[in-house]
């Protein structure tokens, strides 16, 4: 009885993380102690949504129906790029919710890009989701191929494809070289997945 408390005090903490602004430490935390519970709690318990929560639903609601993108992927890449931290910015320079070099955040808006507003949350998901959909466009739709190369680029997403991609999007993706970036592409689905079965959509 004393474990399974401490267990319930753990979501708790979480919660409490959630509540208090710190995303990135609650998904953590309820990620850990999720892991520890068996059986898992039914599909709509609020402990899932713990390890897989919905900030900013207003904004990706919004550029996802501008770009034609299930906003349940655009949420499971944030997820994954920033643990929802608007102010996250990684070792190599990428900016914001969505992780953007300016680099490419200069690409994709051309004359009209803001450096002074990278890591406004609007403005970084609305980048975000017009890149990924570029990158959807350029591998004829493919999303999973977009996923990977929001991660790896899609150069080499190019010559990968040419490798050895003979149909199947599983081998594919077992076969990819780069070991963050394979990993980064099971993450990204695993959430997508989730989000669609906790939240009502499968």
Known sequence: MASANALQDEFLKSWLLRVYGNASYSIVLARDEMAKVNPKPEKDSDKWKLVYPIYHSKIINMMAQSTSLSPELIIAIMKEESAFN????SSV???????LMPATAQFIEKEAYDPTKLIEPLYNVH??????????????????FAVASYNAGPGNVIKWKDSFFNGDLDE?????PFDETKSYVKKVYGSYWNYLRIYGKS
Do not use: D, R, T, W
Request: proline residues 3%; glycine residues 14%.
């Open 86 to 89: 608007p102010s996250a910015k």
């Open 93 to 99: 320079g990428a900016a914001g919710l969505m992780q």
């Open 127 to 144: 980048l975000g989701a017009k890149y990924f959909s570029s990158l959807k466009k350029q591998f004829g739709g493919c999303e999973l």
């Open 172 to 176: 594919f993706v077992e076969n990819i």
